[in-house]
């Protein structure tokens, strides 16, 4: 606002008339008609240890908890093929090694097929330099 008033007033303006300060115009809201509450039951109590179906949700309702959830035979499949994989330096030697053939894999084929510039080699020769030289 300071600039435009500064500007206007200078020699470079030869013509032309002076700038009003004005103050922007501001959007008028009603006021509200019903204040907003955040709380639960009485004395804005957020947690109620006496109702905890209405305050946490019903958890019976998502299923069940013991182990009759499975098949017996599935179960021990699930077991046994996971076996391997329960420690830490198992599961990171698994993924590193994984990790590293699917990049040996895509290096093999991958490139080849993504026509990369590398494996195609040079499409035209190359341009002569100012004294013959490459």
């Not at 300060?21 to 509200?32: D, E, G, I, L, V």
């Not at 009485?42 to 299923?63: A, H, I, P, R, V």
């Not at 053939?101 to 510039?117: E, M």
């Amino acid at each position: 606002m300071a600039l435009s008033l500064t500007a206007a007033k200078s020699a470079a303006f030869v013509k032309g008339t002076p700038l009003r300060a004005s103050k922007a115009a501001r959007a008028q809201r009603a006021a509200p008609r019903m204040v907003t509450r955040a709380k639960y039951g009485e004395d804005s109590k957020y947690f109620d240890l006496n109702d905890l179906e209405n305050t946490l949700g019903s958890w019976d309702m998502y299923g069940q908890d013991d182990q009759k959830r499975y098949p017996s035979m599935q179960a021990e499949f699930f077991e046994r093929a996971a076996t391997g994989l329960s420690r830490r330096e198992s599961m990171l030697g698994f993924l590193a090694g994984l990790g590293g053939a699917s990049i040996l894999v895509w290096g093999g084929k991958g490139s080849k097929d993504g026509s990369l510039p590398i494996t195609k080699g040079p499409s035209k020769p190359a341009d002569v330099g100012p004294r013959g030289r490459i």
